[in-house]
């Protein structure tokens, strides 16, 4: 069964950094991309970046490029989000999401449980 | 504002069958699969739809998805109370290079 344990949301200061986590397990992992998704309180979902199953091609939302980085550890199974730079507007629970295959234009086939990252002084 | 365009709301009956639409652009669902997402309540999003109307299993037959030129749809026939949900579109941006969704639609089992 496919697992995906997102963690390292917060509370955070306008301006600062946070480091998303995404742990995998249940498949194999460097079989396919991995993507980031966003969504703010009581509003839709919003496509944050993805990274093919190598690292060789990475995608971001424009409204994040620049800031955000993402990047994956085949051998710890795990997925990344840098956060730099900070908004209050990046406040949103942000899911790990496993893709369908290799490249990250496939749909996302599964999401992780979320983590909540709020942006506030 | 979302780039692909859903209705907000939808509602339906006990038995009936629903259909929630999802309008974009030659750049996105013009030239792209268009999925499905469903949101229950206090969860995580989940896979419903792909390919435009292929059903990951454990999915019933009773939702289908469609497509035809820049608008999809899901369609969702004998409605059930546990069917009440958000739902929400998504494609593959040829010109954003990124995936854009839906803003979703809150469906209610009246």
């Known amino acids: 069964e496919v697992q995906l344990v997102d963690s390292g949301g917060g509370l955070v200061q306008p301006g600062r950094s946070l480091r998303l986590s995404c742990a995998a397990s249940g498949f194999t992992f460097d079989d396919y991309a991995m993507h980031w998704v966003r969504q703010a309180p009581g509003k839709g979902l919003e496509w944050v970046s993805g990274?093919?199953?190598?690292?060789?091609?990475?995608g971001y939302a424009d409204s994040v490029k620049g800031r955000f980085t993402i990047s994956r550890d085949n051998d710890k199974n795990s997925l990344y989000l840098q956060m730099n730079s900070l908004r209050p507007e990046d406040t949103a629970f942000y899911y790990c999401a496993k893709g369908s295959t290799v490249t990250f234009r496939d749909y996302f086939h599964s999401w992780g449980q979320g983590t909540l990252v709020t942006v506030s002084s | 504002q979302s780039v692909l365009t859903q209705p907000p709301s939808a509602s339906g009956t006990p038995g009936q069958r629903v259909t929630i639409s999802c309008s974009g652009s030659?750049?996105?669902?013009?030239?792209?699969?268009v999925c499905w997402y469903q949101e229950l309540p206090g969860t995580a999003p989940k896979l419903l739809m792909y390919?435009?109307?292929q059903r990951p299993s454990g999915v019933p037959d009773r939702f289908s998805g469609s497509k035809s030129g820049t608008s999809a749809s899901l369609a969702i026939s004998g409605l059930r109370s546990e069917d009440e949900a958000h739902y929400y579109c998504a494609a593959w941006d040829d010109s954003l290079s990124g995936w854009v969704f839906g803003g979703g639609t809150k469906l209610t089992v009246l």
């Open positions: 990274i093919t199953w190598n690292s060789d091609s990475i």
């Open positions: 390919r435009n109307n």
């Open positions: 030659s750049s996105n669902i013009g030239s792209s699969y």
